[in-house]
C-alpha cells in the first residue's frame, strides 16, 4: 500500500520554514543542516529524500557539520565496524552540540532500527534528540518541530510499513539518479541484519517509479539506477501485475538518452525473461550484480541462500551467452560460521569459473538476532583475514585480465568526474561500470562519450588519447 505525505508534515515543514526565515532575518545567516550517510545505496537514496526535506524546511544544506544547526546521521548496521563507525561520527559531535544547544541531533537508518542500539543512543549519547528507524523518513519535520518545541527526547520504533510517495528529492547528482522500486527483504539470509531493520517487502507502483524515472530523464539525468535489496521479487506483494523484468521493459522504453541499471538480483531467481530484457533493450546497462556469497553448497544452504554452486554458475552461463560483454561483479562473505577450507576453497573456484569482473569481498560479521550470530563455530579471525587475502589476490588477477581484454576497444563511458590522478584527467563509468581514466580534452562531465580503451590494470580501465 503506498501513501501521500500526511497534513501534519505539511505543517510541520512549513512552521520550521517560518521559523528558519525569521532566524536568517535576525541573525543575517540562513540556518544550515547537515546529512551523514553510511551504508548502501538504499541510504544514499534516503538521505537525498532527508536533504529534499531540510531545504524544504528552509535549511541550506551544508556539506560540512560545522556550525551547522541540523544534523542527521543516515546509519547502517551491515557488519559490527558499520556500527561503530556511525559511534564514533555520533561521538564527535558532543562537542558541536555544547557550542551550540540549539543544534538538533537526528540519528536514523538501519542501526536505529535495532532497538539495542537506539537504547545505547538514549543512554549514553544524552546530546542526540531523535532516534527515529527507517519506515519514518516522512515524520523527520514533525520530530524536529516538536523538539524545537521543547518536547522530551524522542525514541521512535519501526511501525508503518507503508510506502510513502512525494517526499521532495535533492539528489547528489546532477546526471545520475537513484530510484528505489522496493524496499525491505524477505529473503532472511542468515547472516544478515537487513529484513531484521529494513521489514518486509513493500513495492512501489509501476506508474510512481516510471514518472520519477521519466522525470529524471527529463531533467537531464543520464544514469538511472533502480533499487531494491532483491529487485527480482518486485510486485510480488503486490498480487505479481508487475515483476520486474515488465517493469525494467517498460523503462527502457521512456524516450531520452539514458542508461537503466539495477541492484541487486538474488540468484535464487534471475528469471530467462529478465536475461532476454537486458539483452534486447540498449538502454539497460550490461552489467548484472549477482552476489554468490559463499562457492560451498554446504555453506550456502546454511546461508538460507536456496540456490548451490550449480545453479550460480549456470546463471553467470545463460548471461553471457545472451550477452558476451557484459560485466558480472559479486559481493563474498568469508568466514561464515562453520566455513573449512575445503568449503573457501571450493568458494575460490567458483570465482575463478565465474570469472567475476569485480567482487566485494567481506569478513563475516556476527550480527545479534540472526541465526548465524547463535552458532558455536565461529571462525577465528586470524583465519578468517588470510582467507580475506586469497580470495583478494585470486581476484585481483582476474580482474586484471577482464580488463586487459577491453584495450584496443572503444566503449561509450559516461564522463563522471576528475581523476585523482591529476593531470586534468577525467574519470568515466562503462557500460559494465567499470572505472575509465579518460585523458581527452573534448569530453564533458555528465555526458556520455566514445572513449577508446588504450590500457588496463586490475582496477581501472585507461583511455590516453588525446
Ligand atoms: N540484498 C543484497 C545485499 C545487501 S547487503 C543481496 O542480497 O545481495 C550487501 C552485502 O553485505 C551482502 O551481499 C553480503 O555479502 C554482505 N553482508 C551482509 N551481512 C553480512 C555480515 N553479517 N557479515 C559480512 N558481510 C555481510
Ligand atoms: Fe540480506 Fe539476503 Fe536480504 Fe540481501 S537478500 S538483504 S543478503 S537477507
Ligand atoms: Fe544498506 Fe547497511 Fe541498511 S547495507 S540496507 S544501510 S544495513
Redesign the pocket.
Known sequence: MSNCISTPYFAAVNSIKEYNIKQTENCGKQPAAFVLTLG?QQNEADSEKIKGMAEDMGYVVSDSPDGVDLIVVNTCA??EHAEQRALSLIGQYKHLKANNPDLIIAICGCMTSRPERADLLRQSYPYVDIVFGTTALDRLPEYILNRMKGSKRIFTANEDFSVVEGLPIKRESSFKAWVSVMYG?N?F?S????PYVRGRERSRTPKDIAEEVKNAVMNGYKEITLLG??VNSYGSDTGGECDFPSLLESLAKIEGDFTLRFM???PKDVSDRLIAVMSENEKVAKHFHL?L?SGSDKVLKEMNRKYDSKKYLSTVEKLRAAMPDIAITS???VGFPGESEDDFEKTLDVVAKAEFDMI?P??????EG?P?AKREDMIPDNIKSERFDRLIDLQNELSRKKNEAWVGRTLRVLVDGMSKKGNGLYTGRTDGGKLVHINSEKIKIGEFAEIKITGADTYALYSDER
Do not use: E, G, L, M
Open positions: 548502501c551491515i557488519r527483504c529473503n539470509c547472516y544478515c541484519i537487513v535489496q532483491n541487486t538480483s538474488h552476489p556469497q559481493d563474498i562473505i566485494y567481506f569478513i563475516y560479521s556476527p550480527r540472526t548465524a
